[in-house]
C-alpha cells in the first residue's frame, strides 16, 4: 500500500472527534485497542515509557521529557496529536516524523489485521482514526527498538487508546474545562477521567492545578497506591528573562540544595511550568535508574522545538501562530500579551471548532486587541466565520468576516502597521492550516486560495 492510500484510508475513518451531535452517543473503549495490540503482539510493552494526560501544556510537557530523554542519549518515541501540517507528525522517532514509507508500512500491518478480525468476526467494526494511528505508533516504535517512549494521551484518559501502556512515569498537567460533552460538565468530573490514566503503584507527577481537580487526583493515586509527586508543593520556579523565543529561568526544591537554570525556546510563562513538570520527571527517571543528568535536563528543555505554540513566523511584522482553544489557553495568551505587546496594537485572526467556549474565549481575547478577523479552519466542526462574528461580535471594537484561513491572515497584516502584532490563535487547525501555507506565501495569494472580499463589522471601544 502507498503513502497516499494509507492517508486517504485514514482519513476516511474521520478525525478523533466526531461532529458535536454525533459526539454525545459516540462510544470510547478500549477493546478494540486492546485486542489489536495483542494480535501485533503487544508492541506497546517492547520499550519502558512515560505518560501525559490534561487539558493545557501536555504536548509541550511531552516535546520537553522527549528531548530531555533524547540529550540524555535515549532512543525516543514520541507519540502526540493532533498533527499541525502533517499527519506523520504524530508519531517521532529520535525527533524525527515517520517518513512516508514507514507510515505506509505500519498501516499497512494494521490495516491487513484489521481486515482479517473484522472477517473473522473479532471485530465488530473498523476501529476508529485514532486506534489506528496508535496501533501504527506501538508497532513502528517496537519495530525501531526505541528504548523510551513517551505517549500523549488524544482525549480524556481513562478510556483513551493510549490507556493501555504500562508507563514507568505518569503526568498530569493541567486540567480545566474542554471536551465536556465528552467528559463531563464538571472539573471534578473532568479530572476524574484524565486521572483514569493512573495506575496501580504509578509513579505520577502533578501540575499546579485548581483545588478540586488536584482533590480527585490526590484522591485516585491514593486508591492506586500510586507515588504522587506535587510540583505546586515541591517545587519552584523563577523566570530570570522572559522575552517570546529566548527566555531563561531557575528550577529549584524546597528543602533541597537542588537548583538548575534553563534556556526555554518556547514562548509564556505557562511554558516554564511545563518545563519545570518535564525536568521533575525526568529527575524521577534518574531515581529509577535512567540514565539521567542536570546538564541532559538543561540541554533538553533548551532544544524541544514544538510548532504551533506561540510560534512566531515573521519579525517584520509581529506574526505569531497559536492553537489556543480553551479559556484556560485563553487566559495565558492575554497574560503573555499583556506582558510582551503592552502598548501596541495586537490584530488578531481567530477561528475555532464549534465545540469550544467560543464566546467565553472571545469575551477573553477580543477586548484586548484592536480589531478581530473572523475566519475557520478547514474542518468539518469548525465554526463558520459569519456566525462566529454574529455571536462574539460584540466582544471586539472591529471584527472581519474573511471565512478563509490564509485570506484572513494577510487581512491582518495588511491592516498592521510596522510596530503592530499579527496574532493568529482559536484552533490547533487553524495554526496548521496557517503553517501549511506560510511557506507558500511567496506564490501569488490569488492563485492559491480564492480570496472574497472582507466584510466588517465596526463597533464603538
Given at each position: 500500500m502507498t503513502y497516499d492510500e494509507a492517508v486517504r484510508i485514514l482519513l476516511s475513518l474521520g478525525r478523533e472527534l466526531a461532529a458535536p451531535r454525533q459526539a454525545r452517543v459516540q462510544k470510547f473503549d478500549l477493546q478494540n485497542i486492546t485486542l489489536l495490540a495483542r494480535r501485533l503482539g503487544s508492541p506497546h510493552r517492547a520499550s519502558p515509557c512515560a505518560h501525559i494526560?490534561?487539558?493545557?501544556?501536555?504536548?509541550?510537557?511531552?516535546?520537553?521529557?522527549?528531548?530531555?530523554?533524547?540529550?540524555?542519549?535515549?532512543?525516543?518515541?514520541?507519540?502526540?496529536?493532533?498533527?499541525?501540517?502533517?499527519?506523520?507528525?504524530?508519531?517521532?522517532v529520535n525527533g524525527e516524523e515517520i517518513s512516508d514509507e514507514d507510515f505506509a508500512a505500519a498501516f499497512t500491518r494494521v490495516h491487513d489485521l484489521i481486515e482479517e478480525l473484522l472477517a473473522s468476526g473479532a471485530l465488530a467494526a473498523h476501529?476508529?482514526?485514532f486506534e489506528c494511528v496508535t496501533a501504527m505508533a506501538f508497532e513502528h516504535f517496537a519495530r525501531l527498538h526505541v528504548e523510551f517512549a513517551v505517549y500523549e494521551v488524544g482525549l480524556g484518559g481513562r478510556l483513551d487508546s493510549t490507556n493501555i501502556i504500562e508507563p514507568v512515569l505518569t503526568i498530569i498537567t493541567p486540567i480545566d474545562f474542554d471536551h465536556e460533552d465528552y467528559l463531563g460538565h464538571s472539573l471534578e468530573l473532568?479530572?476524574?477521567?484524565?486521572?483514569?490514566?493512573?495506575?496501580?503503584g504509578a509513579l505520577v507527577v502533578g501540575a499546579a492545578?485548581?483545588?478540586?481537580?488536584?482533590?480527585?487526583?490526590?484522591?485516585?493515586?491514593?486508591?492506586k497506591n500510586a507515588r504522587l509527586v506535587l510540583i505546586a508543593r515541591d517545587y519552584r520556579s523563577e523566570i530570570l528573562v522572559a522575552s517570546p523565543g529566548n527566555s531563561?529561568?531557575?528550577?529549584?526544591k524546597l528543602g533541597s540544595d537542588w537548583r538548575l537554570e534553563v534556556e526555554l525556546p518556547l514562548a509564556g510563562r505557562f511554558q516554564v511550568?511545563?518545563?519545570?513538570?518535564?525536568?521533575?520527571?525526568?529527575?524521577?527517571?534518574?531515581?529509577?535508574?535512567?540514565?539521567?543528568?542536570?546538564?541532559?535536563?538543561?540541554?533538553g528543555i533548551a532544544g524541544t522545538r514544538w510548532p504551533g505554540r506561540l510560534q512566531q513566523v515573521s519579525e517584520r511584522t509581529s506574526v505569531f501562530i497559536d492553537g489556543t482553544h480553551n479559556p484556560a489557553g485563553a487566559r495565558e495568551l492575554v497574560a503573555f500579551w499583556r506582558e510582551q505587546f503592552s502598548g501596541r496594537r495586537i490584530y488578531l485572526v481567530y477561528g475555532a471548532m464549534r465545540d469550544k467556549a467560543v464566546d467565553e474565549i472571545a469575551g477573553l481575547l477580543f477586548p484586548e486587541?484592536?480589531?478581530?478577523?473572523?475566519?475557520a479552519p478547514r474542518q468539518s466542526r469548525a465554526i463558520s466565520a459569519e456566525v462566529l462574528a454574529e455571536m462574539t461580535g460584540h466582544h471586539a471594537r472591529q471584527i472581519d468576516v474573511v471565512p478563509i484561513a490564509e485570506v484572513a491572515l494577510e487581512r491582518a497584516m495588511e491592516l498592521a502597521g510596522a510596530d503592530d502584532v499579527v496574532f493568529a490563535t482559536?484552533?490547533?487547525?487553524l495554526a496548521g492550516d496557517l503553517l501549511r501555507y506560510w511557506p507558500t506565501r511567496g506564490v501569488k495569494l490569488a492563485g492559491a486560495v480564492p480570496a472574497p472580499a472582507a466584510a466588517a463589522v465596526r463597533r464603538d471601544s
Open positions: 494526560a490534561g487539558t493545557n501544556g501536555k504536548g509541550s510537557t511531552a516535546a520537553f521529557l522527549e528531548s530531555i530523554l533524547r540529550a540524555a542519549g535515549f532512543k525516543t518515541g514520541l507519540y502526540t496529536s493532533p498533527h499541525l501540517v502533517r499527519i506523520n507528525e504524530r508519531i517521532r476501529p476508529t482514526f473532568i479530572a476524574g477521567e484524565k486521572a483514569g490514566i493512573i495506575k496501580p492545578q485548581p483545588t478540586e481537580v488536584a482533590a480527585v487526583i490526590r484522591k485516585i493515586a491514593k486508591e531563561r529561568a531557575v528550577f529549584t511550568q511545563n518545563a519545570l513538570t518535564a525536568a521533575v520527571a525526568a529527575r524521577l527517571l534518574g531515581e529509577l535508574g535512567f540514565r539521567m543528568s542536570d546538564a541532559a535536563i538543561a540541554r486587541v484592536e480589531a478581530v478577523i473572523a475566519t482559536g484552533s490547533l487547525y
